[in-house]
T-cell receptor
């Protein structure tokens, strides 16, 4: 089982609040990813990183931002949460030169 | 870019029957095809993968087949059990540092008693 962790697992927050979703992995993986998953099941890539100080936007436009200051840590921040941000957010990582991604358990976000 | 289509979106089978989920991809340069299983309240977990130099791969009750010419790959689950009930995703990727997985839209499999 992959060692990738996400906190919190569930978050209910009011509109306008700033939130940070945490993602950590202990496998030394260079590449990390954030996906947004709606109730319709589809996985949408919103951010990825190939290493420290590298961040890229994914296929789905997102108002969130990410940072990669340490290899093991890839937090996602929403400066001002809105109901449209309600979703499940999944973090994943993969090793350099390998395509297989390992997923964390996800954070289910509800913005009221 | 790559486009992956997955069918069916829902599948209901009786316990003990087989289940087949099919995917097609568009980019002929793709050469890595994993399958993930996502149980309720969890993140997707890799269950099997195949590379383009292999036509079929088996692991106990699950198998994946790949037809590179037709750009098709399929997941086969035999002797289904209730614990096989989950959402299954196929994906495709090229190789190299910049490669990313492109996922299918998912199949919700329900195994009934």
């Amino acid at each position: 089982e992959a060692d990738i962790y996400q906190t919190p697992r569930y978050l209910v927050i009011g509109t306008g609040k700033k939130i940070t979703l945490e993602c950590s992995q202990t496998m030394g993986h260079d590449k990390m990813y954030w996906y947004q998953q709606d109730p319709g099941m589809e996985l949408h890539l919103i951010h990825y990183s190939y290493g420290v100080n590298s961040t890229e936007k994914g296929d789905l436009s997102s108002e969130s931002t990410v940072s990669r200051i340490r290899t093991e840590h890839f937090p996602l921040t929403l400066e001002s949460a809105r109901p449209s941000h309600t979703s499940q957010y999944l973090c994943a990582s993969s090793a350099r030169g390998r395509e297989t991604q390992y997923f964390g358990p996800g954070t289910r976000l509800l913005v009221l | 870019g790559e486009n992956v289509e997955q069918h069916p979106s829902t599948l209901s089978v009786q316990e003990g029957d087989s289940a087949v989920i099919k995917c097609t991809y568009s980019d002929s340069a793709s050469n890595y095809f994993p399958w993930y299983k996502q149980e309720l309240g969890k993140g997707p977990q890799l269950i099997i993968d195949i590379r383009s130099n292999v036509g079929e791969k088996k692991d106990q009750r699950i198998a994946v087949t790949l037809n590179k010419t037709a750009k098709h790959f399929s997941l086969h689950i035999t002797e289904t059990q209730p614990e096989d009930s989950a959402v299954y995703f196929c994906a495709a990727s090229g190789t190299g540092t910049a490669s990313k997985l492109t996922f299918g839209t998912g199949t919700r499999l329900q195994v009934t008693l």
